[in-house]
Each structure stands twice: as structure tokens, then as C-alpha cells.
């Protein structure tokens, strides 16, 4: 293994960092905890946009923002190489200013030279489902075109300030996954009868410009800067060897595959510029420039799971075992799905999410949590053979370094971290850490893999 291996973690700005007082908010924050709505809601808010009373986890997520400096240390004596963390454009930008608000810029620097302290490599996501509320308020998110202005104003701002000490930037969290909730990835509502696709391919087409201009500006500032998008890495078998299932699993892959091809490539694929062309989305001479021009470095990809695609609509795959939360647990999907993406684009490939999300139980200040080590390490395994398999990974972090407020579901007891938060589904709770079994056997694996051992 490469010395230089970022073995690492996640975390995310809208799920940890809390300190509402000093923001504004983002599109999560109005989103309440529900199992069966939550999800629903993260692609159309309806009446959440009015803002109603009621118990809104994201506000105070798991007080990161108070926490930073014992938390890092904690990170720390895991042994951390890196940590990507989202930093918050609505702490940034409060509303629809030019000005940055400095308290904001300085909590990221001392985030930032916390992390250097302990020789962790920060790794910055620019938005984490957690755009400000006030662009979907006033422009109705990146389905307008003057977000993208926006967003190079803020990224400007933010890569000028931190680019002496953050070498890896990320644009967007999973991308794709605005192929689902449009509003928390796009920050777009629908209105009246609006065709859902053509709006979500113009939310698109405004992102992934978003996504060239961050490439531009980091190599404009700093050539040596790297910069990629996460995508969601969550292929499909075809379920049985119908031609008509192998079809539909096809169809599956270019709903993903017809961003990423666009950030890596710079060129849109014939589906989707027969797509753009069908809904009246304009390829615009000047941006085809930028497009080409400045294109990723590498790909983040999250990979929690696989799918079935099936021509009938099923959605199981009676072969896999399945988390408590009904997410596949597919080890050997992670090696396939690498091979995959390098095959097509061979860049250098970041994993920034992989984990398992679970019901713990806190004993005595201890987390025997023995199944999270057992999925961990086989998909260790399993991107090591895809190294193997010659397949460019540049790190592997997990999700997450510590538990945080889940996103599908708004919960706290949907657990993913390494570091046990005390904190409650109705917020009850000390926010007292707890470092869990899998901690120190991360700490381990750390040192081996790295050869400090
Ligand atoms: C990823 C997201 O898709 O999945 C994270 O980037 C999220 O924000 C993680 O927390 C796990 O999903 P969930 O819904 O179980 O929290």
C-alpha cells in the first residue's frame, strides 16, 4: 500500500456541526426527523418551506461546532491521515451578500489548522446537502442560472482563503443522487406542473458548470490543487438474464454515468445531449469551452450498497444480506463497481464514503460493536483487490468518524461512527463521546496498513 494513502473519515458540516446561532440556515435544517416522510421531503419540502413548529435534528446536529477541537483530537488518536468535512456556504454567506462573514471564515481556519496540528489531511466538500435556504428561497437553487454565479462567488472566496493549507477539494456530495431529491441536492422545488426531468436536467447542466468553474478556480489559484465530485456508487445487477432487466440496469447506469462522464470527460454522452435536446436544455457554445477545459482530477465515490434493476419494478436482491435499515451489504459490489468506473474514466479514485449505519448499544461507556468491524474489513479487502486488479485508489475514508444525524432518516440512532455521540432520536442526551470497539481496531488497522507498525 502506498505510503501515501489517505486512510481517513467522513463527516459533514449539515449533519454535525450544529452552531445555528451563528449561520444561516440550509435546506436540511427545515426538514423534521420521520422516518417515512424525511426522504419525501429531501426531494419536495411542501409545506416545510413555511417553516412550522416541530423537532429539526440538522439544527444542532452533534454540536461539532462547539466540539472541534476534542473531536479532532479524538480523530486524532485514531489516527486519522484525513478528514473530509463540508464546510457550511450558509455560515459563509448569511444571505445574498458579496461580503463573507469572517466569524465563519475563521471557524474553518481553526477546523483547518486544528486538523494540520495532528498531521490529518483536511479534505473540504464545498456542499454537503446543505446549501444555504436563502438561494432556494430567492432563486429556487440551481435550477437558476445566477446560482452558478453564487456558487463561483463563494468558492472563490473559500478556496483563496484555505488553499495554502487544503490541497483536496470536492464540489458536490453524490450528485447523482439529485436524481432522487431534487431539493436537497438541487435546492429546487417544483412548482404546479412543471415536468420533474426537465427541471432536474437544467439543475444538472447549472451544477456541473458549477463543478468546471471550482476546477478552474483551484487550478487558477493553485495548479497543484486536486479537485473531484463525489457520485454514488451504487451499481445495478440486472436481476435475472432477461435482455429487458440487462435494459433496464443500462438505463439505471446512464442516469449516473451522464454527470460523471461530463466532469471527467468535459463532453456531454449522446443519451444525455439527446435528453437536454428533448427538453429544451441549451448547450451553450462558452460553456462547452469550460466544460472541456477544466475537468476533475480525480472521483470521490461513496459505495454503501448495490441494486437490482428489474423490468417488473422489483428492488431485492434475495442473494444479499441486508443491513437492519435494508441496505444490501455487498462487499464484492465495491471491487466491480471500482473496476467499472476506472475502466471507463481511469482517474485516480478517492473512496470518501463507505459504512455501515446500525442501531449500537452504549454498555458501561463501551460500544462492542463487532459487525461494523466484519463490514469494514471485508470492503477493505475488497478495494485492496481492486488495487490489485490495477485500479488508481487514492484513499479510503469511511462514513463516518463519528456518529452524526442520519440523512435518509433524520435519526441519531442510525449510527455509522467510530466515536459513539450520547445524543437521542428526540434529542435527548448528554452529546457525550463514546469511542466504540471499531475505533481501535481502525487506530490498528491505521498503523499496519501505513507501516507504522
Ligand atoms: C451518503 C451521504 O449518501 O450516505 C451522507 O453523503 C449520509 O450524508 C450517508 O449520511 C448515509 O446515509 P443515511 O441516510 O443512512 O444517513
Given at each position: ?15 454535525c ?36 413548529e416541530?423537532?429539526?435534528?440538522s ?15 479524538l ?16 455560515r459563509i ?29 483536511p ?26 454565479d ?11 482563503r484555505?488553499h ?19 431539493y ?13 426531468e426537465?427541471?432536474?436536467l ?14 478552474k ?8 490543487l ?35 462522464d461530463?466532469m471527467?470527460k ?37 459505495y ?12 431485492e436482491n ?22 467499472k ?17 446500525t ?56 449510527r ?18 463514546y ?5 481501535y ?13
Amino acid at each position: 500500500m502506498n505510503k501515501d494513502f489517505l486512510w481517513g473519515s467522513s463527516i459533514s458540516g449539515g449533519q454535525c456541526e450544529g452552531g445555528f446561532a451563528s449561520r444561516s440556515e440550509t435546506v436540511v435544517d427545515i426538514i423534521p426527523q420521520g422516518k417515512e416522510t424525511r426522504f419525501q421531503y429531501l426531494n419536495q419540502p411542501g409545506h416545510y418551506l413555511d417553516k412550522p413548529e416541530g423537532f429539526y435534528p440538522s439544527q444542532k446536529g452533534v454540536e461539532f461546532y462547539e466540539n472541534y477541537k476534542e473531536d479532532i483530537a479524538l480523530y486524532a488518536q485514531m489516527g486519522l491521515k484525513a478528514l473530509r468535512f463540508s464546510v457550511l456556504w450558509s455560515r459563509i454567506f448569511l444571505d445574498d451578500t458579496l461580503e463573507p462573514n469572517e466569524d465563519g471564515l475563521k471557524f474553518y481556519d481553526d477546523v483547518i489548522n486544528e486538523l494540520k496540528k495532528y498531521n490529518i489531511e483536511p479534505i473540504i466538500t464545498t456542499i454537503h446537502f446543505d446549501m444555504p435556504l436563502w438561494i432556494v428561497e430567492k432563486y429556487n437553487g440551481f435550477v437558476n442560472r445566477k446560482v452558478v454565479d453564487l456558487y463561483q462567488h463563494y468558492v472563490h472566496t473559500i478556496v483563496n482563503r484555505y488553499h495554502d493549507r487544503v490541497k483536496y477539494w470536492i464540489s458536490y456530495c453524490e450528485i447523482n443522487v439529485m436524481n432522487h431529491a431534487l431539493y436537497m441536492v438541487g435546492g429546487t422545488v417544483l412548482k404546479g406542473n412543471e415536468d420533474r426531468e426537465q427541471v432536474l436536467l437544467q439543475c444538472a447542466y447549472h451544477k456541473l458548470l458549477g463543478n468546471a468553474l471550482l476546477v478552474k478556480t483551484c487550478h487558477d489559484i493553485d495548479p497543484t490543487l486536486k479537485v473531484g465530485c463525489e457520485v454514488a456508487g451504487s451499481p445495478a445487477y440486472p436481476l435475472t438474464s432477461s435482455p429487458l432487466d440487462y435494459q433496464e440496469m443500462m438505463k439505471e447506469e446512464r442516469r449516473d454515468t451522464r454527470f460523471t462522464d461530463v466532469m471527467v470527460k468535459g463532453i456531454f454522452p449522446y443519451y444525455l445531449r439527446k435528453q437536454c435536446e428533448e427538453y429544451g436544455i441549451e448547450i451553450k457554445k462558452e460553456d462547452e469551452d469550460i466544460f472541456l477545459n477544466h475537468t476533475l482530477d480525480f472521483i470521490a465515490v461513496s459505495y454503501y450498497k448495490t441494486q437490482v434493476a428489474s423490468h417488473k419494478g422489483e428492488k431485492e436482491n434475495p442473494l444479499l444480506e441486508k443491513t437492519p435499515f435494508g441496505w444490501s451489504i455487498d462487499p464484492l459490489g465495491m471491487r466491480l463497481m471500482l473496476n467499472k468506473m476506472y475502466e471507463r474514466y481511469e482517474v485516480p479514485i478517492l473512496i470518501v464514503e463507505n459504512g455501515l449505519g446500525t442501531f449500537d448499544k452504549l454498555e458501561d461507556g463501551k460500544v462492542h460493536d463487532d459487525y461494523r468491524i466484519d463490514y469494514l474489513s471485508k470492503h477493505i479487502q475488497q478495494m485492496e483487490m481492486a488495487i490489485e486488479d490495477g485500479v488508481e485508489v487514492i484513499g479510503y475514508l469511511t462514513w463516518a468518524a463519528m456518529d452524526v444525524v442520519s440523512t435518509s432518516e433524520g435519526m441519531m440512532s442510525k449510527r455509522y461512527g467510530f466515536i459513539y455521540v450520547d445524543r437521542n432520536d428526540d434529542g435527548t442526551g448528554s452529546l457525550k463521546r463514546y469511542p466504540k470497539d471499531s475505533f481501535y481496531w481502525y487506530q490498528n488497522l491505521i498503523k499496519e496498513k501505513s507501516g507504522e507498525k
